[in-house]
């Protein structure tokens, strides 16, 4: 079993720069991914946002959209926003995923 992310209704993937391999995801990840975690965890970057949508320069913080494979083959269009978290002796990239139907779905608690 991998490292988890911080907790939270939203998908969080950590990337290794260099390689694509993921080094880190939370439970939302998992869930938004299908599968187990253990199969996310032996998937790359271009495993889960496909080649058709051209790779950004994944160092440079950005926000966008973009498509994001599941383990289904299923491709969802998705808000991604992107940060640097890694340093030269740890280089890693930190993906935080808004996926439509998770943004369509109030995250609100009630008091």
């Given amino acids: 079993m991998g490292p988890r992310t911080a907790p939270g209704p939203f998908p969080i993937l950590v990337f290794h720069r260099e390689s694509g391999a993921v080094l880190a995801a939370n439970d939302a990840a998992v869930r938004v991914y299908g599968g187990t975690r253990s199969e996310l965890f032996r998937c ?3 495993d889960l ?3 058709s949508d051209p ?4 160092t440079a913080p950005w926000t966008g959209s973009w498509m994001m494979r599941r383990k289904d083959g299923t491709e969802v269009r998705s808000k991604i926003g992107v940060l640097d978290t890694g340093d030269a002796a740890h280089p890693a990239t930190m993906i935080l995923v808004v996926d439509a139907e998770l943004e369509s779905t109030d995250h609100t608690r009630d008091n």
């Avoid at 790779?55 to 994944?58: A, N, P, T, Y």
């Fill in 49 to 51: 946002f496909p080649p």
């Fill in 55 to 58: 790779l950004h320069d994944w």
């Fill in 44 to 46: 790359f970057l271009t």
